[in-house]
């Protein structure tokens, strides 16, 4: 058998065939190769699920997700240890905490660069955006099959229906939507399409991005609305830690918190209650929190604010093309890293173009900034940004009412 391609169920007795690398770098490659092709197989995976493939550890799991089981049950006996890649539901569970938690050696050495990188979202079991990075960093992965890329076509396709002179509202209007508003009432979200003319949309916003709220995560009867990010709040088994539900938004201070609370209780009965698909939490919901908290800060100091321009150049533009904010929330400082060598996106139009890392992310890991500055590249587009923390970016934007 190949030294990587080995059956995912041989043991540790079994080793004495396989040729084992020689020296650390050998074992680095492996590892990031394994991590790599593991990213890959998680997307395609979720592809498959989304359009209702049925797929079983067989012919039918995607080769990436295969070759990732026959890498990582490599490392594992390397290491001394029983395969514990052999089962693809094991490993898929793996890949909810970051590598480093792993029982992975390799995974934990302070030279592997994915080792903070969290593939799936352990609440809504969606791919991530570290993953879908991850996944695209050698070229040779598409990145149409990203789920936030095609949620962003979808919204693309249908605002631009509504004409030129509409479609760039409609955006913003929707997108602060799922941020904003990503557990609302019916009623309540079709007076919301009313205000901002988006009643044409209905039927295709309420079939994208929302589901009807299961009785199953009800809580006594009624929807917890989470007091600081205002989405559903999810039972949780240990009752006497979360009480009252425990935020699933991976970026907001409900989130790890005992001390979580809800702002109100809604019932179910008044008004059928909706919540922003899985994907939608994910990928929008969870880094509106910041992106929000930027454009709401620079609106209350007088700044000429607008959320999400031009269709999405960027998520907050300040003063028009004067300066352009991205707010980040990738969990691992490279995989963001990864994401903008390749490219800086719309934010090329702007003569300022500032990176807002999360608060959380820095505090949890002290030498996110450090990091991500020294993995970015040094010359071309990567080199005109400012690296900045949201409550630094939150503070630069309260000074400049004095400037204008």
């Known amino acids: 058998a190949e030294a990587d391609g080995q059956d995912p169920n041989w043991s540790p007795a079994q080793t004495a065939a396989l040729p084992l690398p020689i020296g650390h770098a050998s074992s680095q490659d492996l590892a990031e190769d394994a991590v790599v092709l593991l990213a890959q197989g998680i997307v395609r995976?979720?592809?498959k699920t989304l359009?209702?493939?049925?797929?079983?550890?067989?012919d039918s799991i995607p080769s990436e997700l295969?070759?990732?089981?026959?890498?990582?049950?490599?490392l594992y006996i390397e290491e001394g240890l029983s395969d514990r890649a052999a089962c693809v539901h094991t490993v898929l569970e793996g890949s909810r905490s970051p590598l480093e938690k792993w029982d992975l050696d390799i995974f934990r050495h302070p030279d592997f660069r994915f080792r903070q990188a969290i593939l799936i979202d352990p609440d809504f079991r969606v791919p991530t955006s570290d993953c879908a990075e991850i996944a695209n960093s050698r070229g040779t992965f598409g990145e149409d099959n990203a789920i936030e890329h095609r949620l962003h076509e979808r919204l693309r396709e249908a605002t631009e229906g509504l004409g030129s002179r509409r479609k760039h509202k409609a955006y913003t209007a929707?997108?602060?939507l799922l941020g904003r508003r990503s557990l609302i009432g019916e009623h309540q979200l079709l007076d919301y399409l009313v205000e901002k003319d988006l009643t044409?949309?209905?039927?295709?916003?309420?079939d994208t991005f929302f589901d009807r709220v299961p009785d199953i995560w009800l809580i006594d009867g009624y929807a917890h609305r989470c007091a600081h990010c205002g989405t559903l709040m999810r039972p949780y088994p240990n009752e006497e830690l979360f009480k009252d539900g425990r935020c699933p938004i991976r970026q907001c201070l409900g989130h790890e918190s005992s001390k979580a609370k809800f702002s109100e209780k809604l019932d179910p009965n008044k008004d059928s209650l909706l919540i922003a698909k899985p994907q939608i939490l994910t990928y929008w919901t969870g880094p509106a929190i910041d992106e929000v908290t930027i454009f709401d800060t620079a609106k209350n100091h007088g700044l000429n604010a607008e959320?999400?321009?031009?269709?999405?150049?960027?998520?907050i533009?300040?003063?028009?093309?004067?300066?352009g904010i991205d707010a980040k929330s990738y969990s691992s400082p490279v995989s963001l890293a990864l994401r903008l060598n390749r490219s800086i996106g719309e934010l090329i139009y702007y003569r300022r173009r500032i990176i807002a890392v999360s608060d959380r992310l820095i505090e949890d890991n002290p030498y996110y900034l450090s990091t991500l500055q020294s993995t970015l590249d040094k010359k071309g587009d990567p080199a005109t940004l400012e690296i900045l923390s949201v409550s630094e970016v939150i503070q630069l934007l309260k000074g400049m009412k004095y400037e204008n």
Request: glycine share 6%.
């Open 45 to 47: 995976q979720y592809t």
């Open 51 to 58: 359009n209702r493939e049925i797929v079983r550890q067989d």
């Open 66 to 74: 295969y070759r990732a089981m026959c890498k990582l049950g490599r």
């Open 174 to 176: 929707l997108r602060e």
């Open 200 to 206: 044409p949309l209905q039927g295709m916003i309420i």
């Open 307 to 315: 959320l999400y321009p031009e269709s999405d150049q960027c998520d």
């Open 317 to 323: 533009a300040i003063n028009g093309r004067n300066i």
